[in-house]
């Protein structure tokens, strides 16, 4: 068991270059509400962070900052069994924070604050008893310049989204705020909810399933909509709602 509470740790770079790498994470148990900077100095790339143990408990004062002065995040890696992001996460974390669950919690505040510095990667793990399952029960919304990566056990695990996930960065480099889900394709599954969606700000941000590409669609017509598809192969997705009303008939399949 290990257990990372304030002051923190620091890996920034001194000057220039890339962040330092910071690990914690144990064979059982991991509790984390403590401060994590692996910062990027001039010319160079955040660092990565990885949190990781069968039982993850992320505490609601966790911080991560892996940011760079040339705006190229690095990573938070969060690596547990079956986890569930919801609105109040870490809820065995008292002033104690003593894991004694086997399902991982992550509060969904924890997570945008953390989207605002860095890249995340939520990526459960295989070697223990569970599959290894992420669930989005409650919204997640950010509007950094920023990627949320949900990796479920490449074995058996699945992903379901019960809540909303808004990708609400519509800036400069579009492409650097995007979702990427990936899931078990033997054993696993992605699955949405009632009430369980992905909207983008922007046709340009990234969308990956399964590490495959998907071209964004936000209309009826023109270059970013449903028209531009003809004639075209390739994995399309809507960016958000449309509205389809009196847009005539569409020819090919969709």
Same mark, same amino acid.
């Given at each position: 068991r290990c257990a990372l509470h304030p002051p923190g740790q620091c890996a920034d770079a001194v000057a220039s270059g890339t962040g330092g790498n910071v690990a914690v994470w144990s064979n059982d148990a991991t509790s984390f509400d403590g401060t994590i900077s692996a910062q990027g100095g001039l010319r160079g790339k955040g660092g990565l962070v990885e949190t990781s143990g069968h039982y993850l408990d992320v505490g609601n004062d966790a911080t991560v900052d892996t940011l760079a002065q040339d705006g190229t995040a690095g990573t938070w890696l969060l690596d547990p069994d079956n986890v569930t992001i919801q609105a109040t996460g870490s809820e065995t974390c008292s002033t104690t924070c003593a894991p004694t669950g086997s399902n991982s919690t992550l509060s969904v505040a924890t997570l945008e604050a953390a989207l605002a510095h860095n890249n995340v990667t939520v990526s459960t793990g295989t070697s223990g008893s569970q599959d290894g399952d992420i669930t989005v029960a409650s919204e997640i919304s950010w509007t950094s310049a920023h990627? &949320?990566? $949900?990796?479920? %056990? +490449? /074995?058996? !695990? *699945?992903?379901?989204?019960?809540?909303?996930?808004? #990708?609400?960065?519509?800036?400069s480099n579009p492409?650097?705020?995007? &979702?990427? $889900?990936?899931? %078990? +394709? /033997?054993? !696993? *599954?992605?699955?949405?909810?009632?009430?369980?969606? #992905?909207?983008?700000?922007?046709?340009?941000?990234?969308?990956?399933?399964?590490?495959?590409?998907?071209?964004?669609?936000?209309?009826?017509?023109?270059?970013?909509?449903?028209?531009?598809?003809?004639?075209?192969?390739?994995?399309?997705a809507l960016a958000n709602s449309i509205d389809a009303s009196g847009a005539g008939t569409f020819s090919d399949s969709v």
């Open positions: 990627t &949320l990566t $949900l990796s479920a %056990s +490449t /074995s058996s !695990g *699945s992903i379901f989204v019960d809540a909303p996930i808004i #990708v609400g960065y519509s800036g492409s650097n705020a995007g &979702l990427l $889900l990936n899931y %078990s +394709t /033997s054993n !696993g *599954s992605l699955s949405f909810a009632t009430g369980g969606y #992905v909207n983008f700000a922007s046709t340009g941000n990234t969308l990956k399933i399964n590490s495959n590409s998907y071209t964004l669609l936000d209309s009826m017509t023109g270059s970013t909509g449903l028209t531009s598809m003809n004639g075209k192969s390739g994995r399309y």
